[in-house]
């Protein structure tokens, strides 16, 4: 059987920003917000390696997780599986890839060590992967045109076999997703904040935020109480036991 190459997408070193740096003001009105929706300025949160938020630059293409020690070498069949969006976790017996293209779909693949084999434990647009307390969850969902919902899967491996078990239906799609100190999930989808317990019970700690429609959030963290969304336009800075109070950070 022909096996066609595929290479991973290589993840550049981007210096980031202390968050500290940036102009604080209130956060945009609607019309200002639609405005936003036109702007080239995408921005990222992450924690560097201090656990301290930094912002920088927005790459769509950038791999989220560690890269892989290999090149991806799919068989004939499976040559339109991978692409696009892509995440990935170091897991004890090999690494656990997701990919997300969109209205076009995405999988969830588990690899082995050398990147030689692969299994396709489940159909989905993957947004992300997290390891709580030895198990494995997966969020997934899709917003598209006038349709928007979400996922939490929970999977294992049994018996050589790949387990996936769903956890709970999201509102609305995921597109970013942290962990609270507590190990609950924290998630900005396409029009809400919400944070979801480990019953797996769902408190919408903003129903409706100011990026809904416009302003595509494309990360999360948190830092104790405060809470950092970077999305198109800028950040939104709010907290945890207060979502009332919002600030919107932006470059000086």
Request: without cysteine; proline residues 4%.
């Amino acid at each position: 059987m022909k096996l066609l190459p595929i290479f991973t997408f290589t993840v550049l070193f981007i210096i980031g920003n202390p968050i500290e740096d940036l102009k604080v003001s209130e956060p945009p009105t609607k019309e200002q917000v639609q405005k936003l929706n036109y702007s080239n300025k995408e921005f990222e949160v992450y924690l560097n390696s201090d656990n301290k938020v930094e912002y920088r630059d927005y790459k769509y293409s950038k791999v989220k997780g560690t890269e892989l020690p290999f090149k991806i070498i799919p068989n004939k069949d499976d040559r339109y599986a991978f692409g696009g969006k892509q995440v990935n976790l170091k897991i004890e017996n090999g690494w656990l890839v997701g990919f997300d293209k969109g209205e076009w779909g995405g999988n969830l693949f588990w690899f082995n060590e050398e990147g030689t084999k692969y299994e396709k434990i489940i159909d989905g647009n993957i947004k992300s992967i997290f390891v709580i307390n030895g198990k494995i969850y997966i969020t997934e969902g899709l917003a598209h045109l006038s349709m928007s919902y979400g996922q939490i899967f929970q999977i294992e491996k049994e018996n050589n076999k790949w387990i996936v078990e769903k956890k709970v239906d999201l509102p609305t799609a995921p597109y970013a997703t942290t962990l609270t100190n507590d190990n609950e999930f924290l998630i900005v989808t396409s029009k809400s904040l919400l944070k979801v317990n480990k019953d797996f019970e769902i408190e919408s700690i903003i129903e409706e935020g100011i990026w809904w429609m416009y302003l595509y959030p494309n990360s999360i963290e948190i830092n104790g109480q405060d809470i950092y969304i970077g999305m198109r336009g800028g950040i939104l800075k709010t907290q945890l036991n207060n979502t009332v109070n919002q600030l919107w950070l932006t470059k000086k």
